[in-house]
Every structure is written in C-alpha cells, then in structure tokens.
C-alpha cells in the first residue's frame, strides 16, 4: 500500500481556481490507478477523476468536465487534481486515493486513502 498526504485545499470565490496535490510515500506508488473523490456533507463520497499508472486513461465525472484534470508525477510520486471555473457546489472534503486495478469507481475499490483536504467555493 501507499501513503497518501493531500494538500492545496481553501477558501476561494466562485470562477476561481485551486490546485490539490496528493504526495504518495512508497515505491509501488508508480503501478497505482490515482483518483479524487470528494464528500459534501450529508452526501455520498464521489469519484471525481481518476488516472491510470501510465496516464493513458484518464476519467471525470460529468459535474466536472473541462474544469477539473488530473494528471501524475510519477518522478515525483504526486498526483494533481487542477480545478477551474470553480461553483459553490464543489464545496466538499478532497480526497485522493490509490487503487492497484485501472478501471474503477467505487471507493471500495480504493485501497489506500488520504485524509482529505476542504475546498470551499464561496457564492
């Protein structure tokens, strides 16, 4: 498994941008699926994008295509989720996560977490 820290969450208008980063311990980060999940309070935790090992494959939720990507550093073991265009309703808790298999979904089939990181999207 991995260790994941996630960080670059905050306070920002609507239309604006943040960009989380989610630094991965371990040598085996390299052969993991990366995906974000987010969690608003009284709601379900949501893949909001996820990326292959290679980053041949990427996956958005439709809330958030063409404001969010995600891309990998596998140099630097860091996984990023850029957000632009930004809508009260990102508000949520960020969090990364690892998976060893490619196409997936649920956060059951994430193995390993971070502890997440606040986004908030003031109106």
């Known amino acids: 498994q991995v260790q994941l820290v996630e960080s670059g969450g905050g306070l920002v208008q609507t239309g604006g941008s943040l960009r989380l980063s989610c630094a991965a311990s371990g040598r085996t980060f390299v052969s993991y699926t990366m995906g974000w999940f987010r969690q608003a309070p009284g709601k379900e935790r949501d893949l909001v994008a996820r990326i292959n090992w290679r980053s041949s494959t990427t996956y958005y939720a439709d809330s958030v295509k063409g404001r969010f990507t995600v891309s990998r550093d596998n140099a630097k073991n860091t996984v990023y989720l850029q957000m632009s265009s930004l809508k009260p309703e990102d508000t949520a808790v960020y969090y990364c996560?690892?998976?060893?298999?490619?196409?997936?979904?649920?956060?059951?089939?994430?193995?390993?977490w971070g502890q997440g990181t606040q986004v908030t999207v003031s109106s």
């Open positions: 996560a690892a998976s060893p298999s490619t196409y997936v979904y649920r956060s059951s089939d994430f193995s390993s």
